[in-house]
């Protein structure tokens, strides 16, 4: 997986270089069974996991009742 952070807006510079990064990358570094492409739903599911973020709540019936008061 690349990721390649941004500071500021996101230039068309930008967008060459993050190209020319994933050139390079998927002509000399992947190997043959790097060829999963996940859904966005499942790239965010997974970076949540990675994250320690849920993506629900656990009990829908106390959802909004940690405000603190």
């Known amino acids: 997986m690349l990721i390649d952070l ?3 807006k996101l230039t068309h510079q930008d967008l060459g ?14 190997t043959e069974d790097e060829l999963y492409l996940p859904s966005k ?4 599911r997974q970076l949540e996991e990675a994250a320690g973020i849920t993506g629900h709540c656990e009990n829908p019936d106390q959802e909004g009742t940690d405000d603190v008061r």
């Open 17 to 30: 270089q993050m190209q020319m990064y994933f050139n390079y990358f998927d002509r000399y570094v992947k």
């Open 6 to 8: 941004k500071r500021d």
């Open 41 to 44: 739903e499942e790239l965010k």
